[in-house]
């Protein structure tokens, strides 16, 4: 049985051919449109509308000239069993050129207006679906919208929706099973993509202008894509290579954004990118499995470049505001500035950042396995990474880069609430962790620790405070500080050695507190500073086991303490109650202890020495073994000096009420002096 209907009101030309129980219907009103149509197998079936000028269906073939390339048409073709075809064109120019090879593929076409096409990218000229039930759907609505499709394989489905003027969507599916959805409303909106494998999903949705959306799914099982964008001038872009089950979802919706999430290599990769506002940029790469990220931005000019290497990674990214950015840092080229990926290499990373308000910045890099860094940022101008000095032919420069985590099970959390906050933090070695909390303004902590097992904890509330921790080359190393007020600065080293410990409180302003710790085994500091602009400074250096330890509390304003521990198992315990009062104190030895408390004003310990300049006042010592030193002064600029030179000797002052003067010199073994001052009368 064969049928042909042909109806026309001004019809230029058909041509058909066909095989046993195929049918073809054409109704074409206008002038110059054209219908070449082949069909071989049985039950196939053409539906073909045409309403206007110059509409063309078919096929046709590529020539290349001088002049560029020409489409010549010829015949469509459907070669198969039960393959249906549905045409509707009204306008003028418009073209749609086919192809379908295989069984039971289904494929319908409406273009309203003038000069659209269906098939015309890179010398492909034919919509081709080769292979078996296969189904795709087209319908383009405006001036100049174009779509081209080829499907290869078994059960391929595609829908594409086009509204506006100078739309285009080139799309390849091979393998089976793969599906992809298009909605374009506007103009100049662009999607392309390439779906290699089996079980692919994708969905592309653009509203607005000049948006461009590709997506490119190669090799793998289950891999899905949804891409979304409302706005003008948007690029988001998803590749996924070879894997299984990964997942990606980006949303823009504002003007200028970009967005790129490429997955490669791994299984049960997922992704999600959603910005919302102008000129926001975000970039993630994932290699390796089970990775997930989850980034969100919602404001103007965010920038987040994330980099995941490795098996069980998460990054997961807020930032709320402008000109925030989460990356691996920048670099400067000619033509212009650009973030570079932060990265997570190993297996188990984990990466969370939030951030609220303006130009705030996080710069990061982790390298190994289990590492962890949380961030949160609340206010303007904050930022986390790491200070690095640069050596150049014109001299050196420090430089921000990437905060640094290197190594296995490393941690780091980090707050920061106010404006211009700055964290420098680099952990490089084992089970090291940091927690950092920043709440005012101004606020700047560096932490650089190398070994392994170190904590640090820092917590600054006020402005331009700041906490500078440094534990190098050895391990279970502890800092704590605490800063409340405004201008206390702490800085505090650790070198060589195991198990060092030091706490360091700081209430009020302007208060410094600084420690070196140098190699030995347990040394212990703790310092307490409550009131303004008191200043304790200690060294302690040994060798081997039995640590230091220094105990200060100062509590007024202007209090001086400069205490150095040489030697092992060294203790002293300074306090000052006041203001103005000063210790200078030096141990070396071992087993010496101190033992001072000034209440008062103006009270020294210390020694007084002299040359041709004249008098000063300056360090005591403790040089030997098994020394002590016992002080109380209560009163106004008591004065204490001393010196102990030898072994087992013993000082024990108290000076009470104002202007006593006390000098014991000692030096041999196994002295004893005891001096007591009252009131005056």
Same mark, same amino acid.
């Given at each position: 049985?064969?049928?042909?209907?042909?109806?026309?009101?001004?019809?230029?030309?058909?041509?058909?051919?066909?095989?046993?129980?195929?049918?073809?219907?054409?109704?074409?009103?206008?002038?110059?449109?054209?219908?070449?149509?082949?069909?071989?197998?049985?039950?196939?079936?053409?539906?073909?509308?045409?309403?206007?000028?110059?509409?063309?269906?078919?096929? &046709?073939?590529?020539?290349?000239?001088?002049?560029?390339?020409?489409?010549?048409?010829?015949? $469509?073709?459907?070669?198969?069993?039960? !393959?249906?075809?549905?045409?509707?064109?009204?306008?003028?120019?418009?073209?749609?050129?086919?192809?379908?090879?295989?069984?039971?593929?289904?494929?319908?076409?409406?273009?309203?207006?003038?000069?659209?096409?269906?098939?015309?990218?890179?010398?492909?000229?034919?919509?081709?679906?080769?292979? !078996?039930?296969?189904?795709?759907?087209?319908?383009? @609505?405006?001036?100049?919208?174009?779509?081209?499709?080829?499907? #290869?394989?078994?059960?391929?489905? =595609?829908?594409?929706?086009?509204?506006?003027?100078?739309?285009?969507?080139?799309?390849?599916?091979?393998?089976?099973?793969?599906?992809? &959805?298009?909605?374009?409303?506007?103009?100049?909106?662009?999607?392309?993509?390439?779906?290699?494998?089996?079980?692919?999903?994708?969905?592309?949705?653009?509203?607005?202008?000049?948006?461009?959306?590709?997506?490119?799914?190669?090799?793998?099982?289950?891999?899905?894509?949804?891409? +979304?964008?409302?706005?003008?001038?948007?690029?988001?872009?998803?590749?996924?290579?070879?894997?299984?089950?990964?997942?990606?979802? #980006?949303?823009?919706?504002?003007?200028?954004?970009?967005?790129?999430?490429?997955?490669?290599?791994?299984?049960?990769?997922?992704?999600?990118?959603?910005?919302?506002?102008?000129?926001?940029?975000?970039?993630?790469?994932?290699?390796?499995?089970?990775?997930?990220? *989850?980034?969100?931005?919602?404001?103007?000019?965010?920038?987040?470049a994330i980099e995941q290497t490795g098996n069980e990674n998460l990054a997961d990214v807020e930032q709320t505001g402008n000109g925030n950015a989460v990356s691996g840092g920048i670099e400067?080229?000619?033509?212009?500035?650009?973030?570079?990926?932060?990265?997570?290499?190993?297996?188990?990373?984990?990466?969370?950042?939030?951030?609220?308000?303006?130009?705030?910045?996080?710069?990061?890099?982790?390298?190994?396995?289990?590492?962890?860094?949380?961030?949160?940022? /609340?206010?303007? %101008?904050?930022?986390?990474?790491?200070?690095?000095?640069?050596?150049?032919?014109? $001299?050196?420069?420090?430089?921000?880069?990437?905060?640094?985590?290197?190594?296995?099970?490393?941690?780091?959390?980090?707050?920061? @609430?106010?404006?211009?906050?700055?964290?420098?933090?680099?952990?490089?070695?084992?089970?090291?962790?940091? @927690?950092?909390?920043? =709440?005012?303004?101004?606020?700047?902590?560096?932490?650089?620790?190398?070994?392994?097992?170190?904590?640090? /904890?820092? +917590?600054?509330?006020?402005?331009?405070? *700041?906490?500078?921790?440094?534990?190098?080359?050895?391990?279970?190393?502890?800092?704590?500080?605490?800063?409340?007020?405004?201008?206390?600065?702490?800085?505090?080293?650790?070198?060589?050695?195991? %198990?060092?410990? #030091? /706490?360091?409180?700081?209430?009020?302003?302007?208060?410094?507190?600084?420690?070196?710790?140098?190699?030995?085994?347990?040394?212990?500091?703790?310092?307490?500073?409550?009131?303004?602009?008191?200043?304790?400074?200690?060294?302690?250096?040994?060798?081997?086991?039995?640590?230091?330890?220094?105990?200060?509390?100062?509590?007024?304003?202007?209090?001086?303490?400069?205490?150095?521990?040489?030697?092992?198992?060294?203790? %002293?315990?300074?306090?000052? /109650?006041?203001?103005?009062?000063?210790?200078?104190?030096?141990?070396?030895?071992?087993?010496?202890?101190?033992?001072?408390?000034? +209440?008062?004003?103006?009270?020294?310990?210390?020694?007084?020495?002299?040359?041709?300049?004249?008098?000063?006042?300056?360090?005591?010592?403790?040089?030997?073994?098994?020394?002590?030193?016992?002080? @109380?002064?209560?009163?106004?600029?008591?004065?204490?000096?001393?010196?102990?030179? $030898?072994?087992?000797?013993?000082? =024990?002052?108290?000076?009470?009420?104002?202007?006593?003067?006390?000098?014991?010199?000692?030096?041999?073994?196994?002295?004893?002096?005891?001096?007591?001052? $009252?009131?005056?009368?």
């Amino acid at each position: 049985m064969k049928k042909l209907i042909v109806t026309g009101a001004a019809l230029l030309w058909l041509s058909f051919a066909y095989a046993q129980d195929n049918a073809a219907s054409v109704l074409q009103t206008g002038n110059g449109n054209g219908t070449d149509v082949s069909q071989t197998g049985k039950k196939n079936s053409l539906t073909a509308t045409q309403t206007g000028n110059d509409n063309f269906i078919g096929d &046709s073939d590529v020539i290349y000239t001088e002049d560029g390339k020409f489409f010549i048409p010829k015949t $469509g073709v459907q070669e198969g069993n039960r !393959n249906s075809t549905d045409f509707s064109q009204t306008g003028d120019d418009n073209a749609i050129y086919f192809n379908q090879q295989g069984n039971r593929n289904t494929f319908s076409a409406t273009q309203e207006g003038n000069g659209n096409i269906v098939n015309h990218l890179f010398g492909r000229s034919d919509y081709t679906q080769q292979g !078996n039930d296969n189904t795709g759907s087209i319908i383009q @609505t405006g001036d100049l919208n174009r779509a081209d499709i080829e499907q #290869i394989g078994n059960r391929n489905e =595609s829908t594409i929706g086009q509204t506006g003027n100078d739309n285009r969507v080139d799309m390849w599916q091979i393998g089976n099973r793969n599906s992809a &959805s298009y909605q374009q409303t506007g103009d100049g909106n662009a999607a392309d993509t390439d779906q290699l494998g089996h079980d692919n999903n994708l969905s592309v949705t653009q509203t607005g202008n000049d948006n461009f959306a590709e997506i490119d799914q190669d090799g793998g099982d289950k891999n899905q894509a949804a891409l +979304t964008q409302e706005g003008d001038d948007n690029y988001a872009s998803i590749d996924q290579r070879y894997g299984n089950n990964n997942e990606g979802t #980006i949303g823009q919706s504002g003007n200028g954004n970009d967005a790129s999430l490429r997955q490669w290599n791994g299984n049960r990769n997922t992704g999600s990118l959603q910005q919302t506002g102008d000129d926001n940029g975000m970039d993630f790469w994932q290699v390796g499995n089970r990775n997930q990220v *989850e980034a969100r931005q919602t404001g103007n000019e965010n920038n987040a470049a994330i980099e995941q290497t490795g098996n069980e990674n998460l990054a997961d990214v807020e930032q709320t505001g402008n000109g925030n950015a989460v990356s691996g840092g920048i670099e400067e080229y000619e033509w212009g500035t650009f973030y570079t990926l932060g990265q997570q290499t190993g297996n188990g990373n984990n990466l969370s950042a939030t951030q609220s308000g303006d130009n705030n910045t996080l710069y990061f890099d982790q390298i190994g396995n289990r590492n962890s860094l949380t961030t949160d940022q /609340t206010g303007n %101008g904050n930022f986390i990474g790491r200070l690095d000095y640069i050596e150049s032919e014109e $001299g050196g420069f420090e430089q921000r880069d990437a905060g640094l985590q290197q190594g296995n099970r490393n941690s780091a959390n980090l707050t920061q @609430t106010g404006n211009d906050n700055i964290l420098y933090f680099n952990q490089i070695g084992n089970d090291n962790s940091l @927690t950092a909390t920043q =709440s005012g303004n101004g606020n700047e902590i560096e932490v650089d620790q190398e070994g392994n097992r170190h904590q640090a /904890t820092v +917590t600054q509330t006020g402005n331009d405070n *700041e906490a500078d921790l440094e534990q190098e080359s050895g391990n279970d190393h502890v800092i704590t500080v605490t800063q409340t007020g405004n201008g206390n600065n702490a800085n505090l080293e650790q070198q060589e050695g195991n %198990g060092d410990l #030091i /706490t360091v409180t700081q209430t009020g302003n302007g208060n410094y507190a600084g420690v070196d710790q140098y190699e030995g085994n347990d040394h212990q500091v703790t310092i307490t500073q409550v009131g303004n602009d008191n200043l304790s400074s200690i060294d302690q250096e040994s060798v081997g086991d039995g640590g230091n330890v220094a105990v200060i509390y100062q509590e007024g304003n202007g209090n001086n303490i400069v205490f150095d521990q040489v030697g092992k198992a060294n203790s %002293g315990i300074i306090t000052q /109650t006041g203001n103005e009062n000063i210790a200078y104190i030096e141990q070396n030895g071992d087993d010496n202890q101190v033992d001072v408390d000034q +209440t008062g004003n103006g009270n020294f310990v210390g020694n007084l020495y002299e040359n041709v300049l004249g008098s000063f006042e300056d360090f005591a010592y403790q040089t030997g073994n098994g020394n002590s030193l016992t002080v @109380t002064q209560t009163g106004d600029e008591n004065t204490l000096y001393f010196d102990q030179t $030898g072994n087992s000797n013993v000082i =024990s002052v108290s000076q009470t009420g104002f202007g006593h003067l006390t000098n014991i010199q000692q030096m041999g073994n196994g002295n004893s002096a005891s001096v007591s001052q $009252g009131s005056m009368p």
